[in-house]
Structure formats: structure tokens, C-alpha cells
């Protein structure tokens, strides 16, 4: 009882503390409310994450109150193995967020700071809502407050950036509107119940031709969430001319909100149209990392590279779903945590050479090692993660999600198809072109003669040291310590598995070349 | 049938027959003008408070059998047609001060609608639609501060005139058809396949197109609501437009329609919504703009008629519920430039956010809330009014509609990115802003956003 307490604590938080702005007079004031509000928050959420049993099917810390009864919708929230690591992600970037902006944001800091607590709700509410209507409230009105965030305080192209990303955006949403009334619609003219409830939902089973409506409609908001090539092109924009927290915020969170909404609702709940459809979302996944990645090797501007490794990364997230392999799966969800961790580190320290040298051009910089040896230290470790390299959270994703794709290729090759292992195939070149593109930048970057636009420069100061030491600290505890990550998703990963799958493929696993539990570590099998 | 049942019956509209009467006496008396605005708000708001009451203990009852009666669906119609009154009024007074002529007129009009949403038969619809519309023509052009006034309101006077003549047709039509008044006749006879009712009732649905303004009748909305002062636009673009819609209700009500009717009440809406929304992103004054919304919202309003039968009537409360309230909200916390001229440009608003964060911040929320973005209640009304459709089973129009919305998310986040993006203009449109009723507003509004199963239960089953 107190437990689901918590989580509505946590969940509210950030509106508290937007109240409690309202009266602050000094920017300082309003920096420090905010701070400690969001470190307040994570401490919460850690506690939380540390209470969550793992092996429990079902919700925890689950409040479902009724909220419009005539319709049935319900306040539903709970944390499951889906959202668990997510919302742990959201809340752990919050302070970080709002600490990397100190020094970045020096216009209307009042509103900057409520917005950011604005974003925070309502993508801690997209993740923990358990009810359809819920969840695409919280899913749409995420837009007002990142609207202003990279429309305010954005760079020179902002309101055009801007613009664009919520005219995408809410395209896709739109169309999920539909498809939401006519799905709950249909469940009335099936069972009778008027419900926009999950659980619902999940055991109400449309014609095939239906679902396949309905998941476009679903999959269109999403994938241009993520997004997946070709629906991407609003997301370089966006990225190089939000502020860096915003570049943080639509990175590291914001993102993963496409990826979950494929997990938890476009896939489980129309999963005939899903199966049908893998092979598809197979193609798009991988055409977005190799896509993406080399699209990211021909970048000058160090917003950009980092913007299309995210398109790149999120591709093994839909490989690893598509995948509908129980490693594959995991492997997603790590995947999702850690592009989270590393792309916003990267996005962070961005910011604070941009705060610097005042030029995102990747031509202006060299050799910044010399001069900035912390701050390359810190480069060059979130760039391996990036990578992939082994103890990394970056490796355990990455390696997890090919894996999973072998596993579920290797039966169709056997049976003589090999479309789906020419894909996996294909998508491990985009390990090899990520290392191409993040090695090009970081040596260009912080080797060879010494470049450094509007310097002399400082190094990184103490604000700007802790953050990075944090977020390296998670990086590295999930690359070496999966397993308690994974013990915590497992149960949700195989509901997903079985939800999708329905024996549809019964020996798909059992046959695989590399049987399941075995796999966690995985260390040097690369 | 005692006297006693037929005055509660009507006991909203006496009250406002009562605020009209004193008005009247204090300005023959030249005694105590300066209270007229009390006057008018204290009428208003005792009507409402009857309204609620009589709404909440279920009310119903007919003391004219066969052009008067009222239920709960009706009381509640009428409840929220006076609360959002009630705001006008308010605004009203910040912004005319005691001028008692434009309360004795707000209030004639006001009594049309409650009159328009009770009626049964289409003698008192007449009745109610010319009490409503008469005094609007002179409203456009009381206190004007433009040359266009004048012009507007002949516009708005002909185009009135013109709906008022094709309803009366068609009207006739019917009682040739039928021998009939009485308004149940018309469904009778708009079902049936026989060519005198159907030109009747393309008659009739032309004629409240062109006082609701649905494309292509919608021509004089954006020159009225751009010249007539700021209450009396937000009046018309909210209680005129919920007058006309509760009277389509009160004639179409919960009958089903055949395959032409449908088209003819899906396209037309379908192509206002468009075309509403299209036309909005190319103005330059705030007013016009809310002219092309207020012409898209109509096609909302419309398209709860598709809806089953019974539903109909709570979606489309609902619906001006949360419109009316977001659109007071707009014009109360629009500030008051220099000049009427100025104040109405958009581009005197850029940057309104460093001078008047509050304003700013109030308008930022209805226009969302207009744009149907949630979590404001705007959100919620489209949702009813769409679900509607799509349990009637007409998908493709609500696809197509939900569309259409989309179009329009655009021209409403432009005002905000000019509030809160923009530069600091040379001739920032600056002033107070009606605080009174945008505090008014606010409350409700966050209500409405909270707890809307509680509002979408009391204004229907």
C-alpha cells in the first residue's frame, strides 16, 4: 500500500517541485529547487528500483483508481519489468540534467527549469501508465514542454527545428488516436467491457487484417519516435539546435519512449500483425543502423555524428524486439538503458566544449587532448561505450541484441530461408562502422595539432567532473554487472516473448546455436 | 399543469427576463448605471445556480406541451450555457464597464439560446433563434472601434437574415408535408424518402450551417469576429455557436439518418475542419484566426451528430463546455494594446512571455487546450465526440477528422512560439489583461483537466 505511495510520490515529484518555483526570486534559487528535487526523486526511485522483485509477473507498486468511469479509464500506474530500468534511467538523468544546464542556460531560467520538470512527469507518466488513455496523455503532452525547450532555448535554426519535431511527432500521434478509440471500441463490441486498461487489451485478440491496421497506425507514432529510417529526418534537427539538456532529455529518454511503446503496446497487442510484420521490422531496424552509422561517418558538426549514432543504436533496440528471441529481448532493453547513458554523456560533454569554444564544427577542433585532458579521458570512455567495448554497458546490449538475432535466424537459414541471417549479418557491420565513426571523431577530436576555437580553455570543473563520473560509474556497472539488470527485465522479456510469439514458432530457441540461460555475461565472445 | 411547475420550469430564463427588466429601470430611472454590470452578472449567475440545481435534482417536465419542455440533458445545457455566461459577463466588465445597453442586449440574446434549447416546436425555435441573433447584429457594432463594424455587421445582418428566411422555408415546407409544428414532425419527415422533406431539411441544416459557420457559409464569421469588440467575439464564437448547436440537437436529436443526410452532415463539417484550420495559419489579426478556429470547431460540433443517438447530446455539452471555456480563457487573457487595432495583431504579441508571463502562460493553455492537445479538456471533448463516431461506425470520418485536427495543431503553436520565442516587437501590444475572468476561467479549467468523468457524468447520462 505504501509501496504504490512511493511510486506516485516519485511520479508527482517533479509537478511539486514546479510549484515550488513559482515563488522562487533568484535563478540560483531556482537551480538549487530544481536540483535537489530531481536528486530527491532518484534517491526515491533507486529505493524503488532496489524494492522491485524480480521473477514477479505482473505489476508492482501497481494504484489503479477510476479516473473517467463512464468510459472505463482508469489512473493505472505500476512499474514491470518493461519500465522498471526506464524509469530508473529517466530518474538518474534528471539531476544530471539539470545540473549540466547551470552554466548553459542564462535566459527565462524559471520556465527552463519548470519545463524540465514538465518533461520529467510526463515521461516518467508514459512509462508507468497502465491504461491506454492514460498513457497517450502522457505521451502527448510530452510535446508542449520539449516544444519550448529547444524552441526557447535552442540554437539559431530552433523554431524550424522545433516546428518540425511536433508536427512529426504528433502526425504519428494522431493516427495512434484512431487506432486507440477504434481498438477500445472493438473490445466493447467483443467482450462487452469498456476498458482502456493494458491488461485488457492484451487478452482481447482482432482479425489479423485489423491488427494490421491498428499496429500501423501504432508503429507509425512510434517509429517516428525512435525513430526508424525513413521517419528520422525531424531528429537531427532537433537534436543540434535543442540546448544541451534538451539534446540530453530527447537522447537519453525521450527516445526510448518509441522503443517501450513498441515493447509493451504496438507489438504484444496486435501480435499476429506483429509476427507477420517481423521480417519488415527486421529491415527497417537494420537498414537504420547501417543507415544511420554511415550517415554519422560523413558529419562535421559533433551534434550531428552523435545525433545519427543515436538512429543507429536504437536500430539494435527494434533488431533486438524484432527478434522475438528471449537474448534478443534483453538484449533491447539494455541496449535502450545504455545508448540512454551513453548518448547523453556524449550530448553532455558536447555542451560543455561547446560552452567553451562556441563552435559545434568538428573541423575547428584538434588535439584537445593536450589541453583538456580530462575532459578527453572522460570522452574517450563514453565513446568506447558507444562502441561497444567489452565492460561497457554499450557491449552487453549491442552483443545481447546480435546474439538474439543469430538465434532467431539460424532456424529459418536451417529450414533454407536466409533472408533473416543476411540481415543479422548485416547488422554486425554496423558494430564495425560505429567503431569507424566514433574513432574518426574522437581522433580528429582530441588528437593530432592542438585546435581550440576561442580558447585558451579550462579544463572541466568540479559540477562538471561529478556528473561525468556518475554517469561513467552506471555505464560501466551495467556492462559489468548485467545480470542484476537482467534478472529484473526477465520476467517481462519472456512475457513479451510469449505474448508475441503464441508458439507460433515453438522450436525457434530450443534449436538455436547457443541455448538460453547460459548467455548473461558474455564476456570476450565477441 | 399549475402555475407554480410552469414558472420553475422557466425559472432560469425569468431570471434573466428579470436582469433585463431591472436594467431597463435603471436606465429610464437614471439611477445606479454604474451597477448595470452587477446587475447583469448577479441575473446571470442566480440563473445559473437554478440551472445546476434544477439539473442535478433531474428536473423535467413540459409547461407548453409542444414548444417548451425541459430535462435533465437540457437543464445541464443550459447550466453550462450560463456559467460560460457568467465568465463573458465578468470579462465583459472589465472591458465595457457599466454600459448598460450592451447587458440589456447580452442578456436578450442569452435568454434566445435557453429559449432555442427547449423549444419543441419551430415556432418557439424561431422565436429563440431571432431573440438570439437580433441582438448580436447591434452588438457587433455597439462601442465599435472600427470602420469595419458597420460593414461587419450588415454582413453578419444579411447572411442572419438569409438562415433565417431558409429555416422559415423549410419550416413551411414541413407543415406542408406534415400539418405539423412540432419538431418530432421533421425527424418523421427527414427520414422518410420524399422529396418536399428533404429539400426541407437541406433547408433547414443550410440555414444553421450559416449561423454556425461551416464551410463554405462561413464567409461573414471572420469579418464580424475581427471587427466586433473582444466580448462580443468571444461571445459569438461561444454561446451563439452553442446556441445554434443545441438547437440542431434539440431538431435532429437522437434520430438516425439515412446514407445522403449522413454525407451531407459528415462532408461539410469534415471540409470546415480543413479548410478552418488551413485558413487559420495564414492570419495576421488574433481574432480572424479565432474566426478560422472557431469555423473548424463547428465542424467538431457537427460531427457529433454522427454519433448514436443517444450520445449526442453529451458530447456536444461537453464539447462547448470545454471550447467555451478555453475560448474565454483566450480572450480574457489577451491584453489590451493601445489600440484595438493593435491589440488584435499577432505580431504585437510576440514576446509576450518577458512582459507578461502570466498572460502568457493563460494563453499558452487555452490555445493547447484548443488544439486539443492533452491533458487540457479540449483534448477530452474531442475524444468524446470522436469515440462517438467511431462507435457509430463511421471510421473513415473519424479518421479523417482527427486528420483534419491535426492541421490545425499548427496555427495555435504559432502563437505560442511568437509568446514565448518571439522578439521583442516595436509596438508590443501591452495592458491589462481581464484578470478577473481569466482567474474565473483557470479554475474550472484545472477541474476540467483533473476530474473530467466528473463533468462528462453531470452534463449527461
Not at chain 1, 55 to 64: H, K, S
Not at chain 1, 78 to 89: A, H, K, Q, S
Not at chain 1, 418 to 442: D, I, K, R
Not at chain 1, 484 to 511: C, F, G, M, N
Amino acid at each position: 500500500m505504501s509501496d504504490s505511495a512511493l511510486l506516485n510520490l516519485i511520479l508527482y515529484l517533479p509537478v511539486i517541485g514546479m510549484v515550488l518555483l513559482v515563488p522562487a526570486r533568484s535563478d540560483g534559487a531556482v537551480r538549487q529547487i530544481t536540483f535537489w528535487t530531481m536528486l530527491l526523486q532518484f534517491a526515491l526511485t533507486a529505493w524503488l528500483y532496489l524494492q522491485f522483485q524480480p521473477g514477479v509477473a505482473g505489476l508492482q507498486f501497481e494504484t489503479r483508481l477510476p479516473w473517467i468511469a463512464s468510459w472505463g479509464v482508469h489512473y493505472h500506474i505500476g512499474l514491470d519489468g518493461f519500465n522498471v530500468l526506464l524509469v530508473l534511467l529517466t530518474a538518474f538523468l534528471g539531476p544530471l540534467v539539470v545540473a549540466g544546464a547551470f552554466s548553459a542556460i542564462t535566459k527565462d531560467v524559471k520556465l527552463f527549469y519548470a519545463m524540465v520538470f514538465l518533461i520529467q512527469f510526463t515521461m516518467l507518466g508514459t512509462f508507468v501508465a497502465q491504461d491506454l488513455f492514460l498513457f497517450y496523455v502522457f505521451w502527448e503532452a510530452m510535446l508542449i514542454p520539449m516544444f519550448l525547450i529547444i524552441g526557447i532555448w535552442g540554437g539559431e535554426r530552433r523554431i524550424y527545428a522545433t516546428v518540425k519535431f511536433v508536427l512529426y511527432t504528433a502526425f504519428g500521434s494522431i493516427l495512434m488516436l484512431a487506432a486507440i478509440i477504434y481498438l477500445v471500441y472493438s473490445l466493447q463490441q467483443g467482450t462487452g467491457v469498456t476498458s482502456f486498461s493494458f491488461a485488457e487489451l492484451y487478452r482481447h485478440r482482432l482479425p489479423v487484417d485489423i491488427q494490421g491496421w491498428l499496429l500501423a497506425a501504432f508503429a507509425l507514432s512510434f517509429a517516428i519516435k525512435v525513430p526508424i529510417v525513413p521517419l528520422h529526418t525531424w531528429l537531427p534537427d532537433a537534436h543540434v539546435e535543442a540546448p544541451t539538456a534538451g539534446s540530453v532529455i530527447l537522447a537519453g529518454v525521450l527516445l526510448k519512449m518509441g522503443t517501450y511503446g513498441f515493447i509493451k503496446l504496438g507489438f504484444p497487442l496486435f501480435p499476429d500483425a506483429a509476427r507477420a510484420a517481423s521480417n519488415w521490422v527486421m529491415l527497417a531496424a537494420v537498414v537504420s543502423i547501417v543507415y544511420g552509422a554511415c550517415l554519422a561517418l560523413v558529419q562535421t558538426d559533433i551534434k550531428k555524428i552523435i545525433a545519427y549514432s543515436s538512429i543507429s543504436h536504437l536500430g539494435y533496440v527494434m533488431l533486438g524486439l524484432a527478434s522475438l528471441d528471449l537474448i534478443g529481448i534483453q538484449g533491447a532493453i539494455i541496449q535502450m538503458v545504455s545508448h540512454g547513458l551513453t548518448a547523453a554523456g556524449l550530448f553532455l560533454m558536447v555542451g560543455m566544449i561547446y560552452e567553451r569554444c562556441h563552435t559545434r564544427d568538428l573541423a575547428a577542433y584538434g588535439g584537445l587532448a593536450k589541453v583538456l585532458p580530462v575532459y578527453s579521458v572522460f570522452f574517450m570512455v563514453l565513446t568506447l561505450a558507444a562502441i561497444g567495448l567489452p565492460t561497457t554497458s554499450g557491449f552487453t546490449g549491442e552483443f545481447l541484441v546480435l546474439l538474439g538475432a543469430f538465434n532467431a535466424a539460424w532456424p529459418s537459414y536451417t529450414a533454407g530461408q536466409s533472408v533473416p541471417l543476411v540481415m543479422a549479418v548485416t547488422a554486425v557491420t554496423g558494430v564495425v562502422l560505429g567503431a569507424m565513426y566514433m574513432l574518426y571523431f574522437a581522433q580528429r577530436f582530441l588528437y593530432g595539432a592542438v585546435k581550440v576555437p576561442h580558447g585558451p580553455v579550462t579544463d572541466l570543473n568540479f559540477r562538471e567532473r561529478a556528473i561525468l563520473v556518475t554517469l561513467v560509474a552506471a555505464v560501466f556497472w551495467l556492462g559489468l554487472f548485467p545480470n542484476e539488470a537482467l534478472r529484473k527485465t526477465e520476467v517481462a522479456a519472456l512475457q513479451y516473448q510469449k505474448w508475441v510469439d503464441v508458439a507460433a514458432r515453438p522450436a525457434a530457441t530450443a534449436s538455436a546455436p547457443i541455448s538460453l540461460p547460459t548467455v548473461r555475461n558474455g564476456e570476450g565472445t565477441r | 399543469m399549475n402555475w407554480s411547475f410552469m414558472i420553475v420550469a422557466m425559472l432560469p430564463e425569468h431570471m434573466l427576463l428579470a436582469g433585463i427588466v431591472v436594467l431597463i429601470g435603471l436606465d429610464v430611472a437614471q439611477v445606479g448605471k454604474e451597477h448595470s454590470g452587477l446587475v447583469a452578472l448577479l441575473a446571470v449567475a442566480v440563473a445559473a445556480l437554478i440551472a445546476v440545481m434544477l439539473a442535478i435534482v433531474q428536473f423535467q417536465g413540459s409547461p407548453f406541451p409542444g414548444h417548451f419542455s425541459v430535462d435533465q440533458g437540457t437543464m445541464a445545457a443550459k447550466a453550462v450555457v450560463l456559467a460560460l455566461a457568467l465568465l463573458l459577463v465578468q470579462m465583459s466588465r472589465d472591458e465595457f464597464g457599466s454600459d448598460e445597453r450592451f447587458y440589456i442586449l447580452l442578456l436578450s440574446s442569452l435568454y434566445g439560446v435557453l429559449l432555442v434549447s427547449s423549444a419543441d416546436g419551430f415556432l418557439t425555435m424561431f422565436l429563440g433563434l431571432e431573440i438570439m441573433s437580433m441582438p448580436v447584429y447591434v452588438l457587433v457594432l455597439i462601442a465599435y472601434q472600427r470602420h469595419e463594424a458597420a460593414e461587419a455587421a450588415l454582413k453578419y445582418l444579411v447572411l442572419g437574415g438569409a438562415a433565417s428566411a431558409m429555416f422559415l422555408m423549410g419550416a413551411s415546407l414541413v407543415y406542408g408535408a406534415t400539418g405539423s409544428l412540432a419538431l418530432d414532425a421533421f425527424v418523421q419527415a427527414a427520414q422518410a424518402h420524399d422529396t418536399l422533406a428533404s429539400v426541407a431539411v437541406v433547408l433547414v441544416l443550410i440555414a444553421f450551417f450559416l449561423k454556425a459557420a461551416v464551410v463554405p457559409f462561413h464567409a461573414w464569421a471572420p469579418d464580424a469576429y475581427e471587427a466586433a469588440s473582444v466580448p462580443v467575439t468571444a461571445y459569438m464564437a461561444t454561446l451563439i455557436k452553442a446556441g445554434v448547436l443545441l438547437a440542431v440537437l434539440r431538431i435532429f436529436g437522437t434520430a438516425t439518418f439515412g446514407s445522403p443526410l449522413v454525407d451531407l452532415l459528415a462532408i461539410l463539417p469534415l471540409i470546415s475542419i480543413v479548410w478552418g484550420n488551413l485558413a487559420a495559419m495564414r492570419q495576421t489579426s488574433f481574432r480572424r484566426m479565432i474566426a478560422y478556429s472557431s469555423i473548424a470547431h463547428a465542424g467538431y460540433l457537427f460531427y457529433a451528430l454522427l454519433g448514436p443517438g443517444p450520445t449526442r447530446l453529451q458530447a456536444v455539452v461537453f464539447y462547448l463546455l470545454a471550447y467555451g471555456l478555453m475560448n474565454v480563457l483566450a480572450f480574457a487573457s489577451l491584453p489590451s494594446g493601445p489600440d484595438d487595432l493593435r491589440r488584435d495583431r499577432l505580431d504585437g504579441m510576440r514576446a509576450l512571455f518577458q512582459r507578461q508571463p502570466y498572460a502568457a502562460v493563460l494563453l499558452a493553455i487555452a490555445l493547447l487546450s484548443l488544439a486539443g492537445i492533452p491533458p487540457f479538456p479540449g483534448f477530452v471533448a474531442k475524444f468524446l465526440i470522436f469515440k462517438n463516431v467511431i462507435a457509430a461506425g463511421y471510421t473513415v470520418y473519424a479518421v479523417l477528422g482527427l486528420v483534419g485536427s491535426y492541421l490545425g495543431i499548427y496555427f495555435y503553436l504559432r502563437v505560442i512560439q511568437l509568446m514565448f520565442m518571439g522578439s521583442q516587437p516595436e509596438t508590443p501590444s501591452d495592458g491589462r489583461i481581464a484578470l478577473g475572468a481569466g482567474v474565473l476561467c483557470l479554475l474550472p479549467t484545472i477541474l476540467l483537466t483533473v476530474f473530467p468523468g466528473f463533468f462528462i457524468g453531470l452534463v449527461g447520462r
